[in-house]
């Protein structure tokens, strides 16, 4: 049961990154990206249902940020473009034991190591 981030790392502002999460152990369900910024709380970034059809974003990132998975490699995606100094935060992957999408982080069961997001402004 194991959930691993990937694709971290410094970027300039305006630039692009794409986080990888990918899962091992067991079938997972709905899955999800949140983060960390220094001083903070864990907040909610994204989730997507397990057929895909459900996908929510953070108002502060949609428009931004696409979210997608890879049910036959068991990855989940996080296409983050057009990055502000204000996405800069630990990200962290996140499954669930259910086919439903959440926004909120107790609603998950497992979670990835987490992996740093740098932005430089």
């Known amino acids: 049961v194991q959930l691993q981030a990937s694709g971290g790392g410094l970027v300039q502002a305006g630039g692009s990154l794409r986080l990888s999460c990918a899962a091992s152990g067991r079938t997972y369900y709905a899955m999800g990206w949140f983060r960390q910024a220094p001083g903070k709380e864990r907040e909610f970034v994204s989730s997507?249902?397990?057929?895909?059809?459900?996908?929510y974003y953070a108002d502060s990132v949609k428009g931004r940020f696409t979210i997608s998975r890879d049910n036959v490699k068991n990855t989940l995606y996080l296409q983050m473009n057009s990055l502000k100094a204000e996405d800069t935060a630990v990200y962290y992957c996140a499954a669930r034991s259910s086919a439903v999408a959440l926004t909120v982080r107790g609603g998950y069961d497992y979670w990835g190591q987490g992996t740093q997001v740098t932005v430089s402004s």
């Open positions: 997507i249902s397990l057929g895909g059809t459900t996908i």
